[in-house]
C-alpha cells in the first residue's frame, strides 16, 4: 500500500503537535488567558513557538511569580523591549510583598502602555505607595483606568483629565486620595476608596471633594477623611454609593451639596453613622439635614425622617438601602406627619433593604412612609443586626 493511503497509526497520533499547527489568531486567543509569565516561557517549546507571545494584546504580570524584585524587574524590562511597540488592549500588574516596581520604573511601564494604544490599564500596589509620573498620562486611546496603591493628587487628575479624553471608567481603590476636584465630561463611572493612612498624611484644612462630571452615570465614594463631597453638575447619575465620615465635614453651616444632587439615581446607597437623635445630634445629621431642607420642594418639612427627606429629593429611585446606626435606635419617635407623608413620590420603588439594631423603633416610621406613598408593594427586606456587629 502507497504511503499517500497509509492510514497514521495511534502511535504517530499520539505524537502529532496538533495546537502547534493551529493559525497565530487562535494561539493568540489561547494564551491570552494566561499570565504574561506563562506565555514567554511557551518560547522554549520550538521554532514555532519562538515569537508567538509577542503580538499578545492582553497582558497581565503578577508578582506572586516571582522570587526576588530583582527578577521581577529583569522580566518586565526584556518583556517590553522584547515586544516592541504593538498595539495593547490591555495591561495590567500586580505587586506584593517584597516584589514590587519602585516609582521610576512604574512610570516607565505607563508610558509604555500608553505608547501601544492600550485601552485598560490596571496597576495593583499591596503594599507600597507609587507616586506616578503624570505627566506620562497622555492618550486618546484610555478608556479604563484601575488603581490600587497609588498617590492621587490634584495635579495628577487635572492631567489625567486632560491628557487621556476619552476615558470613561476611573477606579481608584485603597489609594491615598488627596486630589479635591474631578471634572470630566467623559467619565461615566468613578470609584473611590482612599487608603487607611495616619490622619497626619493629610492637610489640617477640610476641603470639598468637589464631582463635576455631567455625564457620570455610577459614583462610588468611601473613607475619605476631612474630603467633604459636593457633587457640582452629576444629572446623569444613575447608582450612587456614598459613604460619609464625621471627621470630612467642618461645620454644618457650609453648603455642601449631597443627597439634593441625587434627584435622577435609581439605585443609591448612602451610608453615614447618623445617630437620629434629637438631644445629641451630630454634625454630619445636621450636614445631612440642612442639604436635604434646601433640596427641590421639601424647604418646609420639620418633623419627617430622614428617608422622606431622600425620597423626596430622588422620586424615580427604584432601590434604596440604609445601614441605621446605634444612637437613636430605642429612642421614642412621633410617627410622621401623613399630610407630609404623602407629598414623597416614591411610585418607582421597587426594593428597600433595612440594615438596623433588633427593635429598631424608627423603622416602622419608614415602613410606614413607604408603603404610603408606593404605587405597587416594593419587596422591603429587614436584616437585624447585634450591638457588636454591622453589615
Avoid at 434646601?294 to 445601614?323: A, D, M
Wanted: with cysteine; aromatic share 8%; charged share 20%.
Amino acid at each position: 500500500m502507497s504511503n499517500k493511503h497509509r492510514r497514521t497509526t495511534a502511535l504517530e497520533a499520539s505524537t502529532c503537535d496538533v495546537i502547534s499547527s493551529l493559525p497565530d489568531e487562535l494561539l493568540h486567543h489561547i494564551l491570552s488567558f494566561t499570565t504574561a509569565w506563562e506565555a514567554v516561557q511557551t518560547c522554549v517549546l520550538s521554532m514555532r513557538w519562538l515569537h508567538v507571545w509577542q503580538p499578545l494584546r492582553r497582558l497581565s504580570i503578577e508578582g506572586h511569580k516571582f522570587t526576588s524584585k530583582i527578577g521581577f524587574m529583569e522580566f518586565m524590562d526584556n518583556l517590553l523591549l522584547r515586544r516592541g511597540c504593538i498595539p495593547l488592549d490591555s495591561f495590567r500588574w500586580t505587586t506584593t510583598g517584597s516584589i514590587y516596581l519602585n516609582d521610576d520604573r512604574a512610570s516607565l511601564c505607563v508610558s509604555y502602555a500608553l505608547c501601544c494604544n492600550v485601552r485598560e490599564l490596571e496597576i495593583v500596589e499591596h503594599h507600597h505607595l507609587l507616586n506616578l509620573d503624570h505627566s506620562y498620562f497622555t492618550s486618546a486611546h484610555l478608556r479604563i483606568l484601575n488603581l490600587s496603591g497609588v498617590s492621587i493628587t490634584d495635579i495628577f487628575i487635572e492631567r489625567l483629565f486632560s491628557g487621556c479624553p476619552a476615558l470613561e471608567d476611573l477606579v481608584m481603590v485603597d489609594c491615598h486620595v488627596l486630589a479635591t476636584k474631578f471634572s470630566s465630561t467623559t467619565l461615566k463611572n468613578l470609584n473611590t476608596t482612599s487608603r487607611s493612612l495616619n490622619v497626619y498624611d493629610y492637610d489640617d484644612d477640610f476641603e470639598d471633594l468637589v464631582i463635576d462630571a455631567p455625564n457620570l452615570i455610577s459614583l462610588h465614594l468611601e473613607d475619605l477623611p476631612f474630603l467633604a463631597p459636593c457633587l457640582v453638575n452629576v444629572s446623569s447619575l444613575v447608582t450612587a454609593y456614598i459613604s460619609l465620615e464625621e471627621e470630612s465635614f467642618s461645620n454644618f453651616d457650609a453648603k455642601y451639596s449631597i443627597v439634593g444632587a441625587l434627584s435622577n439615581a435609581t439605585k443609591l446607597k448612602l451610608l453615614s453613622p447618623v445617630d437620629n437623635c434629637d438631644d445629641y445630634p451630630s454634625l454630619l445629621n445636621k450636614v445631612l439635614n440642612r442639604d436635604l431642607q434646601r433640596s427641590q420642594t421639601f424647604n418646609n418639612l420639620k418633623n419627617c425622617l430622614l428617608v422622606v427627606h431622600l425620597l423626596g429629593c430622588s422620586p424615580i429611585i427604584q432601590k434604596l438601602t440604609l445601614r441605621l446606626g446605634l444612637i437613636g435606635a430605642s429612642v421614642s419617635h412621633q410617627g410622621t406627619d401623613e399630610s407630609e407623608a404623602k407629598k414623597i413620590n416614591c411610585k418607582h420603588l421597587k426594593k428597600v433593604k433595612i440594615a438596623c439594631v433588633r427593635g429598631d423603633t424608627r423603622v416602622p416610621n419608614i415602613v410606614k412612609v413607604i408603603l404610603a406613598n408606593a404605587e405597587s408593594l416594593p419587596e422591603i427586606v429587614i436584616k437585624p443586626y447585634e450591638h457588636w456587629w454591622i453589615m
